[in-house]
Each structure stands twice: as structure tokens, then as C-alpha cells.
């Protein structure tokens, strides 16, 4: 858990491989291995293997407020009808049990069945020595359990299973109680941490104190913690306000860098989690230092960097070819254009939700579920009228990740992901095409236009193109729309001719030609490719 921590924290905020140090020195950089422990030590307050705390016994629930009320009068008619089912089912069980443990007490002595009626009729924590003695001895004759009573009587396992099953139907209704998941220090003297001889856990060497790697403390003020309190540590803190030093020669130019490459599709630094020696040099090392400079000036403010960078001439450069400028800079290192990409998993799920008009921009709240279609596809849950909330809101499961977002290099965060990989292969065209999302999405949209401008073909058309591409359809390319779309009605209408529709043939084969026009450009390149 802490190697992991450690390789995140080096690989996205300070961009070294510090974790080629956990099992020797640096080959390449000046980190030794007792660096790699000192850094360790400063975790380790949180993350202790001698104080160890279960993940899951981590969740705090949310003391009372807004949040915890909703839920609670939301849970409160579910959880009242399954109290009522289960003391109605529990009325109609208790005679049954008293007779199968009538019965089975008739095989035993007459003495002992009275001693163990006795025992059965008294408090658990009230019973004598003997009856404790007894229930236990005949712990199988006294416990009867639903199952035996199942068996005995019939009507009654019919009965239990009903009411049992519209337990289960309400206890899926029930929102879970709001929840945070917390890392905190356990308190106290923080465990001593050791240099581990080959990263050995049971090869304990040398103690250590907490520190940061020795080769950054030029010009910085040094790692100190101050004032720990008897729930902390400061350990941590310190590390903090040691990262965010405004000379600091790698945090402020590496978070830049991976802002550059999430608009340009490569760092200025082409390896962001490596600027160490056998990284690669930046291709622009004055624009890198006066980035990192702008971003710690105004305040390490993300949203002003994304802004900067995007209003800037290298940004707003078109991506058309130019045969001149590629064999000039084939790799455009030298930013002489714009680089064509795909959008993000994300941001094709999402477009395709805004184009559509079935986002739902509704912030925060617990987590859209996810369903498992008869065909293996892993969908989220719309919800209605309400509409499909972004996908930073689907819930996420590594075993179980979006189908969309995994054809489309969702990335596999193990640890972390430090740069995204983007893959061009049939699986992406084959769900764009039959894939539900974008299909069902579609034909809402298309189901929109309809009632947006009845049965106008040529302004459907201007709309969609609007919607999708962001400008309206060339001369030819409205021929054309007009043309397929003939055409597809004509196709539509003769399928649901041989399938005996029962909706109106004509409107819904107007509806479903419009909709796989619709489906054609979500699934072209125009859309999935920002120009």
C-alpha cells in the first residue's frame, strides 16, 4: 500500500521514479534507497502496517444534516412496510414453531421436556446455569428455523417466499446512509520505518526519519514539521507545504506539463512521469519554466492555466495538413500545427449525451448504477425524465467498467494512470454502430427533432447537423441527408410491415429513419474527433 502510494505521489507530482529505490539506489538518478524509506516514513503516519485499519472500517458516516435526513425520510416507508411484513410473517410462524417443537419434544422424557419448555419460555440472559446447560445440549431440538417450517408445512414456505421476496424488492429500494471515506493518522507516536534490504519487508536494515529525497533540497527550505498535534503527526502536512514551495523545481512544472498534454496530446516534457536522466528533454524548456512560473503567480489555479493555454495562438492553430510544415516537423515537436485527436472516453460519453439533450447537469449526490445487459454490455441506469448524468457520476467498477468507456482506452487505474494510451481498433466502431448507448441516444434525438419541427426534412436535417458537427451541412451533403433518409423510410417502413407493428407504421418509420441518421453521424469521425 505505501509502495503505492509512493509511486503515485512521485509519478504525478514530482515526476521521478523514485520507486526504482525501494529495493536499491537510483541506477540513474542521485535517489538513494534511504531516500525511498524517508519518503515512506512520512506516509507510513497514515498507512501504518503496525497500526494496521481495514480500508472498509475507514467510512465515516455523515453526522446528522441535510443530506442524512433525505435519506432517511426517503428509507423511512420502505423500512416501515418491511418491518410490518416480517412481524406479520413472524405472527404466522410462531404457531407452527411451537407445534414442530411440541412434537419434538414428545420423543423426550417427561421431566426434560418440562425443563427445557422452561428453558425455551425464558430470557436468554435470564436463564439459570441449568437451562443455559440444557439449550445448548439441545441446541438442534430447540432452534426450529424457517427452513424446517418451509419443509413441514407448504402453505407456509409459498407464504414465506412471497413475503420474503417483496422484502428483498424494498431492501434494493433503500438509499445507503450518506458515507465518506476518510484517511486519517491513527494518533499518537507514529511507528519507527526502516530501510527494507531489497525491498524485503522481513529484511528490516537501518531505522529511518521522514524526509524527502536529498536531491531536491537545494535553494528549498528544508522538510520540517511542525507543531504535531496528538491526532497527528504533521508529517504529512509538512510534506505538503514542502511540495508547494514556489521555487519548487518539479511540482509546479509537472503538473503544467500535464495540462499542456491533456490539450496537445504531449507534454512539452513527452515523458510526464519521468524528468529524471532518462526521461525525455522538454522540447520547449523556456515555455515549460515560464508556465510554471504563471501557474505559481496566479495562485496554482488550474482553471487559469486551462484558460491561458487555451487562448493561445499554439492552441487555436488549425490542424489541417500542410505538406510543407509536416516534412518540415513530422512529429510536431515543434507545435507548427494542431494535433488531430480522439476525444476521451469521457468526452465522447458525454458529448453524446449533450448533443442528444439527454445530459442531466445535476452535481454531486451518490452514484449512477449500472446495469449488465442480456448481451454482456455494461450500461448505466438512466433516470427517466431526469435525463443521463455525466460519466464522472456512473459508478465505477474495475470488474465492471462502462462498455463504451472501456472500448475507448478508459483507463485501468493501477495504481494511476499517467498517460492515457489510444488505441484505433474494430471494438470502438463495432459499439459506436450496435452498441445501446449510442443507438437509444439517437433515436431520442431524433424523436426530438420530430417535435421540434414535425415532418420538415430539410430543417431536421440543418438541426442535427448543428447539434452534432457544430455547423450546418454543405449544399451536398443536405442532397445527400435528404436522399438516404427517402431512402431509409422506405426501408424502415417495409421492416415493420413484415414485423406487424402495432404503432402507426408510417410516423414511426419517418421516426426510425431520421434516428439512423441521427446514429450514422454520433458514430462518424467528424464527431468523435476534435478538428
Given at each position: 500500500m505505501i509502495a503505492e502510494e509512493i509511486e503515485v505521489l512521485a509519478s504525478s507530482v514530482l515526476g521521478l521514479t523514485i520507486g526504482c529505490a525501494r529495493c536499491h539506489n537510483h541506477k540513474y538518478d542521485p535517489i538513494p534507497q534511504r531516500d525511498y524509506y524517508r519518503l515512506s516514513a512520512v506516509l507510513q503516519t497514515a498507512y501504518d502496517p503496525y497500526d494496521w485499519l481495514t480500508p472498509t472500517d475507514r467510512n465515516i458516516e455523515i453526522p446528522a444534516g441535510s443530506?442524512?435526513?433525505?435519506?432517511?425520510?426517503?428509507?423511512?416507508?420502505?423500512?416501515?412496510?418491511?418491518?410490518?411484513?416480517?412481524?406479520?410473517?413472524?405472527?404466522?410462524?410462531?404457531?407452527?414453531?411451537?407445534?414442530?417443537l411440541h412434537e419434538r419434544l414428545t420423543v423426550l422424557p417427561e421431566a426434560m421436556r418440562t425443563d427445557l419448555r422452561a428453558a425455551v419460555a425464558t430470557a436468554v440472559e435470564k436463564r439459570t446455569a441449568i437451562q443455559r446447560y440444557l439449550a445448548d445440549k439441545f441446541q438442534d431440538t430447540l432452534k426450529v428455523t424457517d427452513d424446517d417450517l418451509a419443509t413441514k408445512f407448504p402453505d407456509f414456505k409459498v407464504e414465506s417466499e412471497k413475503t420474503k421476496k417483496t422484502i428483498a424488492d424494498l431492501k434494493k429500494k433503500l438509499r445507503d446512509k450518506p458515507q465518506i471515506r476518510a484517511l486519517y493518522e491513527m494518533g499518537g507516536e507514529p511507528s519507527p520505518a526502516y530501510v527494507l534490504r531489497r525491498g524485503d519487508a522481513q529484511l528490516i536494515g537501518e531505522s529511518v526519519e521522514p524526509g524527502v529525497?536529498?536531491?531536491?533540497?537545494?535553494?528549498?527550505?528544508?522538510?520540517?514539521?511542525?507543531?504535531?498535534?496528538?491526532?497527528?503527526?504533521g508529517r504529512r502536512l509538512a510534506l505538503a507545504r514542502w511540495l508547494v514551495q514556489p521555487n519548487h523545481p518539479l511540482t509546479s512544472r509537472v503538473m503544467v506539463n500535464r495540462i499542456w498534454m491533456h490539450?496537445?496530446?504531449?507534454?512539452?516534457?513527452?515523458?510526464?512521469?519521468?524528468?529524471?536522466?532518462?526521461?525525455?528533454?522538454?522540447?520547449?524548456?523556456?515555455?515549460?519554466?515560464?508556465?510554471?512560473?504563471?501557474?505559481v503567480r496566479r495562485g496554482w489555479s488550474m482553471k487559469t492555466m486551462h484558460r491561458l493555454i487555451l487562448t493561445s495562438a499554439a492552441y487555436r492553430q488549425s490542424s489541417r495538413f500542410d505538406a510543407s510544415l509536416h516534412s518540415a516537423d513530422p512529429d510536431n515537436i515543434l507545435l507548427s500545427r494542431m494535433p488531430l485527436m480522439r476525444m476521451d472516453a469521457e468526452q465522447l460519453y458525454d458529448s453524446v449525451l449533450k448533443v442528444t439533450g439527454r445530459?442531466?447537469?445535476?452535481?454531486?449526490?451518490?452514484?449512477?448504477?449500472?446495469?449488465?445487459?442480456?448481451?454482456?454490455?455494461?450500461?448505466?441506469?438512466?433516470?427517466?425524465?431526469?435525463?443521463?448524468?455525466?460519466?464522472i457520476y456512473v459508478l465505477q467498477r474495475r470488474t465492471t467498467p462502462m462498455t463504451i468507456l472501456e472500448a475507448f482506452d478508459f483507463p485501468a487505474l493501477s495504481p494511476n494512470c499517467i498517460q492515457r494510451t489510444q488505441s484505433t481498433v474494430s471494438t470502438q466502431a463495432l459499439q459506436m454502430m450496435n452498441g445501446s448507448v449510442a443507438r437509444e441516444h439517437a433515436r431520442y434525438l431524433a424523436g426530438r427533432l420530430i417535435d421540434q419541427f414535425g415532418?420538415?426534412?430539410?430543417?431536421?436535417?440543418?438541426?442535427?447537423?448543428?447539434?452534432?458537427?457544430?455547423?450546418?451541412?454543405?449544399?451536398?451533403?443536405d442532397k445527400r441527408a435528404m436522399?438516404?433518409?427517402a431512402d431509409l423510410t422506405r426501408r424502415w417502413g417495409a421492416d415493420l410491415e413484415t414485423r406487424k407493428h402495432d404503432q402507426p407504421?408510417?410516423?414511426?418509420?419517418?421516426?426510425?429513419?431520421?434516428?439512423?441518421?441521427?446514429h450514422a453521424m454520433l458514430s462518424s469521425a467528424e464527431f468523435t474527433y476534435i478538428d
Open positions: 443530506e442524512r435526513r433525505e435519506v432517511a425520510d426517503f428509507n423511512a416507508p420502505f423500512e416501515a412496510e418491511m418491518k410490518h411484513l416480517e412481524a406479520s410473517l413472524e405472527i404466522k410462524a410462531k404457531p407452527l414453531r411451537e407445534q414442530v529525497p536529498s536531491a531536491l533540497r537545494t535553494g528549498l527550505e528544508p522538510y520540517t514539521v511542525r507543531s504535531p498535534k496528538p491526532d497527528s503527526s490539450h496537445f496530446g504531449r507534454g512539452l516534457v513527452a515523458s510526464p512521469s519521468n524528468f529524471g536522466r532518462t526521461g525525455i528533454p522538454p522540447s520547449h524548456p523556456e515555455l515549460l519554466d515560464w508556465l510554471a512560473t504563471e501557474f445530459w442531466n447537469p445535476e452535481q454531486f449526490g451518490p452514484p449512477v448504477p449500472i446495469e449488465t445487459k442480456p448481451g454482456g454490455e455494461v450500461v448505466a441506469k438512466g433516470s427517466g425524465k431526469e435525463g443521463w448524468r455525466r460519466s415532418d420538415d426534412r430539410e430543417r431536421q436535417i440543418d438541426e442535427v447537423y448543428l447539434r452534432v458537427f457544430g455547423r450546418r451541412p454543405t449544399v451536398e451533403e436522399e438516404r433518409l407504421r408510417a410516423s414511426t418509420a419517418r421516426w426510425w429513419a431520421l434516428a439512423t441518421l441521427c
